[in-house]
């Protein structure tokens, strides 16, 4: 007996031995982050410095939240979470409450998760009572046995889980409202009444911000890298000014505007939603990458570059690979953009001469 409890031990010493062996050969992890509030005819002879330095600032806290979730061992996703959520509260973006408006004078805001580890997925599109569009998608991931939900549906669950509410006036801003009347006028389409609980309209027409010629659609994304080797996607947007017959574009569509895949990389895609959405664009990236062992950023170059341009889209998107390669890549004048590895310097840039 006494020699069988010798013999246990020894084994278990081993077994704990070789463990603490495996653990310690197991290759750590650092975190990384890419994010992009948008991409568009964005260019510096007609940007304002205070409006560059308002974006530039966004941005920048937005990294940092993102980072700040990651460098204390949060997942992936809290962390794209976390970033989207912040700027679903900044009127700066076209996502929350900085939504244009459709040609009904509604908001309508959709958004998309993705967690590379299982491929679990949420989306939601044309939400209106909801703030915070990316945390009902990451609902809809985890709670329901779903992956999209739409309209009052998508709402109703939101308020079933107990998720913030809000009227629909709190999306109100009244510089994409005089957006919207621009647009309306120069498409010959009838101009409908202020929306119920908002501020009366102002004397003089408010300064615009967005530079002339500027798209009317934006979108804001987040890719992110965890110490645990886990990578996840997501993306969140109002669409289309003056949108028709409820249009939904690219950012909810799981492989058009958002992927997220262990095998391969984790995309968020920004421009116009129609072209992303028949080339699926987040998609084809993480395909060069897992097929074709593309490196990643020739990977997104390939796509943005050469097929959506030569599909006459326009746009950009993001990208993260689990082993922490970041990308991105557009084929506007500007991109809204930043990123950030462990141990190295947050880059914040806007415009196509910019790293």
Known sequence: ??????????????????????????????????????????????????????YRKALGEGLAAGAAVLDRGGSSL?????????????????AGRG??????????????????????????????????????????????????????????????EGL?????????????????????KKEGLPIPQRPAGVPPAPAKPVAEIDAPGAHKFGTVGVVALDKAGNIAAGTSTGGLTAKQWGRVGDSPIIGAGTYASN?????????TGEFFIRLGVAREVCNLVYFRKMPLQK???????????????????????????????????????????EGGKPIVSIYSDEP
């Open 1 to 54: 007996m006494r020699r069988f409890f010798f013999l246990a031990l020894s084994v278990a010493m081993i077994m704990a031995g070789l463990n603490s062996s495996l653990q310690a050969q197991k290759p750590a992890h650092h975190w990384a982050i890419v994010l992009h509030g948008g991409a568009g005819v964005i260019e510096r002879a007609h940007m304002k410095p205070e409006t560059e330095a308002a």
């Open 78 to 94: 809290d962390a794209v979470e976390a970033v989207i959520r912040r700027f679903e509260d900044d009127p700066l973006f076209n």
């Open 99 to 160: 939504a244009v408006f459709t040609a009904e004078g509604r908001n309508e805001l959709d958004a998309a998760i993705m967690d590379g580890s299982s491929l679990m997925a949420g989306a939601v599109a044309g939400v209106t009572r909801t703030k915070h569009p990316i945390t009902l998608a990451r609902a809809v991931m985890e709670k329901s046995p779903h992956v999209m939900l739409e309209g009052a549906g998508a709402d109703a669950f939101a308020q079933k």
């Open 164 to 184: 913030e509410m809000v009227p629909p006036s709190y999306f109100f801003t009244e510089r994409r409202w005089q957006s919207l009347v621009r647009e309306l």
């Open 263 to 271: 095998k391969s990389c984790a995309v968020s895609g920004t421009g």
């Open 299 to 341: 990977a997104a170059d390939e796509v943005i570059h050469g097929e959506l341009t030569a599909l006459k889209g326009d746009g950009g998107v993001i990208a993260i690979a689990p082993d922490g390669q970041m990308a991105w890549s557009f084929n506007t004048p500007g991109m809204y953009r930043a990123r950030q590895a």
